[in-house]
Structures are given as C-alpha cells and as structure tokens.
C-alpha cells in the first residue's frame, strides 16, 4: 500500500566541497531541512576535519578520506581532482554502512562543482541534487557557455545575454574573461551542467526577487529552486533558536575582540573590509588599501588572513591603532550586523553579498576574481546596493579612489539613495525564507515531493 513517509524518516546525505564559501551556505541548508524535521549528515573532507565538531545544530557531521592526510590544500586544483577520484569511494562506502541501519540515505544534495557525485548516488540507487554556491545569473552563464550560446572567447566590449541586462566583457566572470588566465578552472565550473539535465532537483542559493529574470528562463531549461539567502536564521527569520553561527568556521575567529571594539563606536562609523577566505591580494594593493582606509577618515576593522599578514604595510598596526583595528578573521555576520558598520569594502563573494544583502549594509565592490566581478556589476547598477571602486590602468585600485567610494557611501547623496536600497533588500531576503516566503515554500514543496516519492518507492 501507498503511503507518504514522515519527515523523520527522510535520511538526507549532503556533499560540499571544502572551502569555506561552499560550506557556509550547505550547512546551513542542512539545517533548513532539519528544521523541517529531516534527519541530514553532511559530509567533511579529512583535510578539514581538525577544525570541525561532529555535529552542527541537529546536523551530524560525518568525517570522510578525501585522498590525503588531512593535509589537503583544499583551495588548490590539485587537491580538486584527487577529492573527485578518492571521494565517490567514501561515498559508497558511507551510504553502504548507513544501508545496513534502520535509517538508509533517501537523497543525496551534493555541490554543483561535483557532478560526478549525481551518477554515484543514481548508481547507488539514490536520487540527488546539485546546490549551486553562485548566483543564478553566474550559473547561468557557465551554462552558456557550456552549451555554446556564448561562444568563447567572448567578443567585446558588451554582450547580450537572454534576460540579463546589457554586460560589459569585464562583466563576465573572470573565467570567462580572462579564459586563458585559467583553463582549467573554466573547465571545472562549466561541467557543473555536463549532467544538469539528469537531475530532478537543482537548488541555488538565490532568492526570487533578486534575480527574477534569470531564473524565470532558467526554469524553461531545467528545474530550480532557490532556497536563499541561506544564512543563520538570527539574522533573517529567526525561525531556528540560536542559529547565530555557520558553526563550521575552518578559520579561528577573534570573536570578542571585534564585537568590544565595535560597541564602542557610533552608528554607522565604520568600514568592514574583507576578500573572503581565498582571493590573495598584492603588496602594492595592500597598501593602496591601507592609504585608503587612513584618507577615508572613517574606522575600520581589516580581515587580513593569517597566510596575507606578511603583505601588510609595516607600521599600519601602530599607526592607525585609534582608528582601526586588524584582525585574522571574524565571525563577519555578527560584525555585519552590527550597527557601527556602515559600508562593506568587499570582494564580492557570493555569500559576502547576500550576507550585506540580508543585513542592510552597503557596499564598496572590489571583486578580484571568479564570479565576483559579476557579482558586482548586479550591486552597483541593478540592486543598486553598492559601488564600485575603478581599477587604474595597472589594475591596480588607488588608495584615492577607495577613500572617495567610501566616503560617498557613509556622507554622500548617493550613500542615501543606496542606504534606502539595501534596506528594500533586506526586507526582500527575510520575507524570502520566512514563513510563506518562495525561498521557504520551495524547501516544503521539496520535502513533500520528496516523502511522496520515497513513500511510493518502499
Ligand atoms: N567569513 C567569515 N569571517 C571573515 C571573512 C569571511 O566568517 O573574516 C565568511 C563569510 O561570512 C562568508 C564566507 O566566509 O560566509 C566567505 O564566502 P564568500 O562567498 O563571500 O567568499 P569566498 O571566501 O568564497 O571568496
């Protein structure tokens, strides 16, 4: 007899790839469906393990070999293809072990950049989805390309693409752009849809509103659900009590150092400044940074990770110790959050923007690679959150042209303008994944798709 299996019989598998970027959004997706009254594990790579517990929220997180000694350099292409040969071994042998309980896997959401992982889990006889990290539109180029609709290498100065606006080539994520710089990660991000059409599901860390074009027509191609912006529910919803952290953080953050030093600074007196946990800055554009910040007039807190420390301009500690502070890392939604901040100088990272999306704050764009370059374009000029800092002709971003980005957003007409934006977004994302909202209505129709399915299958 047919019969609809309950929530709590759903056994969720869940791979990212370990870098802090993928992490954050997929763990706390396992939490939604958690929520939601699922049993999920997430998988983590040996190489990451040290720094995780074995269990975040009510998700159990599962150790797994990932080819090396838990010495992996998981931000290398090296480290990429030996995790995609020695992984779908842990794979087999993870869902084997879980076959013999009386709680077998049903599913599998596995990171878009492994799409290997959907003919594993077919073969295993489980059905998957990818989760998508990047934006729709991000996506949606890689997928172009992919099927040849944008022909490489793209021909400037602007290109037309279906339901986006009108893209100046520089626009285009760097790895389209600069398709030469490099091959193989190209290789890496347009495969995410070699198999796109064998999945039933695909999930993307976007919201609706946000990018309503894109998706619209990415739906004539395969089916979609955004279930963004995923970011700890204190935040946005507050639906999930005490989800105030990502809760697997391969960074050791200065927590109370930040938190002390903001509270005592005024409303809206300080710039954030971060580029993420992999994008490498130059010396020279460190200290164009640092003249910035000390023109700008404005305090500041500097996440320089501790493999960047060395590139920092001597003396910049000691003299600017009333003004700013420099820290390794930070739980950045909490500085986010607070209300000292009052610009965002970041490199646009997916996570980075929907993060100053959900909390209000504007942004100084200064993408460095990848997606973020696209990112930006869509801050500055379509959700209007932002602005964008000008490269010399060298490249290089002058210390002048940040401070007066700066200034412009926290004293200036515009800043007003974008100020009033952000705020429209912020009520955008959290109505997105509250109660009702299309982010939370595609998790619920998910799970229900889901328990009809799997319910028929046993
Ligand atoms: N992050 C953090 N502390 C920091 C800097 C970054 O917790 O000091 C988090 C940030 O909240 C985000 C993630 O690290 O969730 C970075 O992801 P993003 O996509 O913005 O950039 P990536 O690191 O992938 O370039």
């Not at 939601?36 to 995780?52: D, F, N, T």
């Not at 919803?237 to 391969?250: A, I, M, N, P, T």
């Amino acid at each position: 007899m047919e019969r609809e299996l309950k929530a709590s019989e759903i056994h969720i598998l869940v791979l990212p790839y370990p870098v802090q970027g993928h992490l954050n959004p997929m763990l706390q997706f396992s939490k939604r469906l958690a929520l939601k009254g699922l049993r999920v594990m997430l998988l983590a790579a040996m190489s990451i393990s040290e720094s995780i517990p074995d269990q975040a929220g009510s998700v159990k997180i599962q150790r797994i070999c990932d080819g090396f000694d838990g010495d992996g350099k998981v931000d290398s292409l090296v480290y990429h293809e030996r995790f995609s040969v020695v992984v779908p071994q842990s794979l087999r042998e993870v869902v084997a072990r879980q076959n013999c309980s009386n709680c077998p896997f049903n599913f599998l959401v596995y990171d878009s950049t492994l799409p290997w992982a959907l003919d594993v889990a077919h073969r295993l006889g489980l059905d998957a989805a990818p989760f998508f990290t990047q934006s729709a539109v991000v996506s949606a180029l890689y997928y172009h390309v992919h099927r040849g609709t944008l022909k490489m290498p793209v021909e400037g100065p602007t290109v037309t693409v279906p339901s986006m606006p009108l893209l100046a080539v520089s626009d285009l994520p760097s790895f389209i752009h600069h398709m030469d710089a490099y091959p193989s990660i190209l290789r890496l991000v347009v495969d995410q849809f070699s198999n796109i059409h064998d999945a039933n599901w695909t999930f993307i860390n976007t919201f609706e509103q946000l990018e309503n074009e894109v998706l619209s027509w990415m739906r004539s191609q395969w089916p979609v659900k955004t279930v963004g912006p995923i970011i700890p529910s204190m935040y946005l919803d507050k639906r999930l009590e005490d989800d105030r952290d990502y809760g697997l953080s391969l960074f050791k953050p200065n927590l109370d150092a930040c938190q002390t030093w903001l509270d005592q600074k005024q409303a809206a007196s300080v710039v954030y400044v971060s580029f993420g946990s992999l994008a490498s800055l130059g010396e020279e554009q460190m200290e164009e940074i640092s003249q910035g910040l000390k023109r700008s007039n404005a305090h500041f807190i500097w996440v320089v990770r501790e493999s960047e420390q060395q590139k920092l301009p001597t003396n910049l500690v000691e003299e600017t110790t009333d003004k700013g502070l420099v820290v390794n890392w930070c739980n950045q939604l909490q500085v986010l959050a607070h209300q000292a901040v009052g610009c965002f100088l970041t490199h646009c990272g997916w996570n980075s923007t929907l993060e100053a999306l959900s909390l209000g704050v504007p942004m100084a764009a200064m993408p460095q690679w990848t997606d973020q370059t696209t990112n930006s374009k869509f801050i500055a000029d379509v959700w209007k959150v932002g602005l964008r800092v000008k490269r010399d002709e060298s490249g290089i971003v002058r210390g002048e042209e940040i401070a007066l980005c700066i200034r412009e957003i926290m004293e200036g007409e515009r800043g007003n303008e974008i100020r009033k934006n952000a705020h429209r977004w912020k009520e955008l994302a959290k109505e997105a994944v509250d109660e009702g909202g299309s982010s939370n209505k595609n998790i619920e129709e998910f799970v229900a798709e889901l328990a009809e399915v799997e319910g028929d299958a046993s």
